[in-house]
């Protein structure tokens, strides 16, 4: 099998979830632009700790100014988009730190944000985060890696190169 | 080639959902199509989601498409539609 794996192992790209908390299906993310998969296929995570770290290694090609939502760019080209929250773009930056700028390189696991979900929740926004492929077109598949209790970094989507 | 301007009045600017919406409308086109920051003057492939939202174009800003190819005259008509009604 060792042989198999090293021949397999190229073709595909795992990403890991960025935060400790619950992965579920991103149709089950209230708002359609997630769910309809407007932006890319993905996951969702409900945090359980307000630190979101870099899901794989890659230069981090957007950050917004609200720092709600980060965007990383993998060596092999798939384009990972994770937004904090629903609508929090509203929130213009409260509540939210960021830890990289855009043009940074990142190793996975590197800390990208910190959020205060507590604050977040108590001004009135879902907590809940998807993670995308934004060229999801670009890749033969892209596939949930999991469902459940997820820690930081263990694979919540498989990328088929 | 043909140009489109036009100036954001969506508060959020293109983020999230209206960046999905308007790359998925620009990928119906055969042309090639870039998007301008015209802030910044950050240029990208309309139709990459990523690309779109790293222009950082906020409400106020001015954007500037240039359309070129076999269907650029629809392209030119519907897009300008396009960002009229939902940005």
């Known amino acids: 099998m060792g042989f198999l794996n090293g021949v397999f192992k190229k073709k595909e790209l795992e990403i890991g979830s960025p935060a400790a908390g619950t992965c579920v299906s991103i149709k089950e993310v209230p708002d ?17 700790e ?31 988009l994770i937004h904090v929250g629903l609508d929090t773009v509203n929130l213009k930056g409260e509540h939210f730190t960021a ?11 590197d800390l990208l944000l910190e959020a205060d979900l507590a604050a977040i929740a108590q001004a009135g926004y879902d907590t809940i ?15 949930a890696g999991a469902a459940g209790e997820v820690s930081t970094g263990a694979c919540i989507l498989r990328i088929k190169l | 080639m043909k140009t489109v301007k036009y100036v954001i009045t969506d508060p959020i600017g293109l983020h999230a959902r209206p960046a ?4 998925k409308k620009a990928a119906e086109y055969q042309s090639n199509i870039s998007v301008k920051n015209m802030e910044n003057g950050k240029s990208v492939d309309a139709k990459r989601i990523m690309a779109v939202m ?9 954007i500037e498409l240039s359309i070129e190819g076999a269907d650029e005259d629809t392209a030119e008509k519907e897009l300008a ?6 940005l």
């Not at chain 1, 830890?99 to 696991?109: S, Y």
């Open chain 2, 54 to 62: 790293s222009l950082g174009v906020k409400q106020g800003n001015k």
């Open chain 1, 129 to 143: 985060t998807p993670v995308l492929i934004c060229n999801t077109g670009d890749f033969s598949d892209v596939a």
């Open chain 2, 20 to 23: 999905g919406l308007f790359v």
């Open chain 1, 99 to 109: 830890h990289v700028k855009e043009g940074d390189t990142v190793a996975k696991g």
């Open chain 2, 81 to 86: 539609a396009f960002l009229k009604e939902n």
């Open chain 1, 50 to 80: 307000g630190k979101f770290f870099a899901p794989a290694g890659g230069t981090v090609n957007t950050l917004f100014p609200t720092k709600h939502a980060v965007g990383i760019t993998t060596q092999e080209g798939a384009e990972i």
């Open chain 1, 32 to 48: 359609p632009t997630f769910s309809e998969e407007i932006l890319g296929k993905g996951v969702a995570i409900k945090p359980s």
